[in-house]
């Protein structure tokens, strides 16, 4: 089945820096990659998603991007705000309906 | 529109019991999947169903099991309880597949 790693598990930024997270997947079949943000205490939120047949997209501070080839995929959060705080799971599916997810990214942005 | 709800919030049961967990979706969402959470293990896939049918199966043991109901309700039953069952069991809802919305949680304590 399909393993997706995410790394770093933890990450510190300073308020207004960039922070990026990476994940690698096995299954080149996998076609549909969604970032999630939880919380403490919370739902995971669908905060943006990419398909295989684009490379990169943006929704105002953050953005993802796909190398197939390479079969990774990044997020990246600009001019982070505290609120920013969480942990973010990254995770991968090839039907729509069955998902793997990385072990997440403890985020604190600090003040 | 109404989020995802899950009932009860939160469970405390015995080992060797069994426990029964509700899942509500987004009306008009007609997949229903659920993932245990754990901090060692992350988010993993138990099942995932769609108007009744069971399309996807996790890794997980057979006392897992769940079911569709015709409103896209969905339950989920967990037998012969083990201390390693204590999780945040999450379901998540969408609309055939791929964007998932998830519910709050019902927090499992196995003593």
């Known amino acids: 089945g399909e393993n997706v790693e995410q790394h770093p598990s933890t990450l510190s930024v300073q308020e207004g820096d960039s922070a990026v997270i990476k994940c690698t997947y096995s299954d080149s079949a996998s076609n549909y990659f969604p970032w999630y943000k939880q919380e403490l205490g919370k739902r995971p939120q669908l905060i943006i998603d990419i398909r295989s047949n684009v490379g990169e997209k943006k929704d105002q501070r953050i953005a993802v991007t796909l190398n197939k080839t390479a079969k990774h995929f990044s997020l990246h959060i600009t001019e982070t705000q505290p609120e920013d705080s969480a942990v973010y799971f990254c995770a991968a599916s090839n039907t729509g309906n069955q998902f793997y997810f990385g072990t997440g990214t403890s985020l604190t942005v600090i003040p | 529109k109404a989020g995802v709800t899950q009932t009860p919030r939160y469970l405390i049961k015995t080992r060797g019991q069994q426990v029964t967990l509700s899942c509500s979706p987004i009306s008009g969402h007609r997949s229903v999947s659920w993932y245990q959470q754990t901090p060692g293990q992350g988010l993993q896939f138990l099942f995932e169903y769609f108007s009744e049918t069971q399309r996807n199966k996790g890794n997980f043991p057979g006392r897992f099991s769940g079911r569709q109901f015709s409103n896209s309700r969905s339950e989920m039953n967990v037998s012969t309880l083990e201390l390693g069952d204590s999780a945040l069991y999450l379901c998540?809802?969408?609309?055939?597949?791929?964007?998932?919305?998830f519910g709050p949680g019902t927090r499992l304590t196995v003593t």
């Open positions: 998540a809802s969408s609309l055939w597949g791929y964007e998932q919305y």
